[in-house]
Nanobody, 122 residues
């Protein structure tokens, strides 16, 4: 069992930056894929960024060049550095993990956090 807890969400103005943190506990030694998703009101959940066991990363086109996913294996923490935020980035952001392997942007994630709200005003 894996427990995930996000933090770092806040309200910022357009052009600002935030860093989201996801603290993982449980069967963390076997994490293969970890990812950030987001869901805006009235929209479907979308993948934002993913990172695999070997720290290979992938990003949605909408955040490429602005967001950076990283992790600290020693601390069991996943990060999402978000720069040059715009109002379209407003959403609830979720951390996810999966132990089964595969291509991280495409898999179905089994473990989810409760989310942290990011609001960007123009």
């Amino acid at each position: 069992q894996v427990q995930l807890m996000e933090s770092g969400g806040n309200s910022v103005q357009s052009g600002g930056s935030l860093r989201l943190t996801c603290a993982a506990s449980g069967a963390t030694d076997n994490h293969y894929c970890m990812a950030w998703f987001r869901q805006a009101p009235g929209k479907e959940r979308e993948g934002v960024a993913a990172i695999d066991y070997d720290t290979e990363t992938s990003y949605a086109d909408s955040v490429e060049g602005r967001f950076t996913i990283s992790k600290d294996n020693a601390k069991n923490v996943l990060y999402l550095q978000m720069n040059n935020l715009n109002p379209e980035d407003t959403a609830m952001y979720y951390c996810a993990a999966d132990l089964s392997g595969g291509n991280c942007p495409d898999i179905s994630y089994n473990y989810w956090g409760q989310g942290t709200q990011v609001t960007v005003s123009s």
